[in-house]
């Protein structure tokens, strides 16, 4: 239960930071507005909370593994919000990325 509960905060980071520097980008670059971007600030401030309730005490650690996650999702929102099509490569980096992730969050320890 404790990896569903870990793996689900990992999503809604991702989903607050990839999220709100999409609208954060759409407003300035994309000239919506800056209510656009102040909503993708508000967004990746209430992502920084996020981290603070995984079930793992070790900040690196957490953030590292968090890593795999961003690249993955990063991939997942451009073919979601703006029609990019990753290539097998995009797809491999993020597999492999995803596995690290894994490894580093999820490894048995002895500690």
């Known amino acids: 239960m404790q990896i569903v ?3 689900a905060l990992f999503v809604l980071a991702a989903l607050l930071e ?3 520097a ?5 407003g300035v670059r994309e ?6 971007a102040a909503g993708g600030v508000l967004a990746l401030g209430a992502y920084g909370f996020v981290a603070t309730f995984q079930p793992d005490a ?3 650690r957490v953030l590292a593994a968090y890593g795999g996650i961003f690249v ?5 929102w451009g ?4 029609g990019y099509r990753p290539d097998r490569w995009d797809v491999t980096g993020a597999l492999v990325c995803l596995a690290g992730m894994a490894v580093i969050m999820y490894a048995p320890r002895g500690n």
């Open 5 to 7: 509960r870990s793996a």
């Open 18 to 20: 990839i999220g709100g």
């Open 22 to 26: 999409w609208l954060v980008w759409q």
């Open 31 to 36: 000239s919506r507005g800056w209510l656009w």
């Open 58 to 60: 070790h900040f690196g």
């Open 72 to 76: 993955a999702g990063s991939i997942l």
């Open 79 to 82: 073919v979601v919000a703006d």
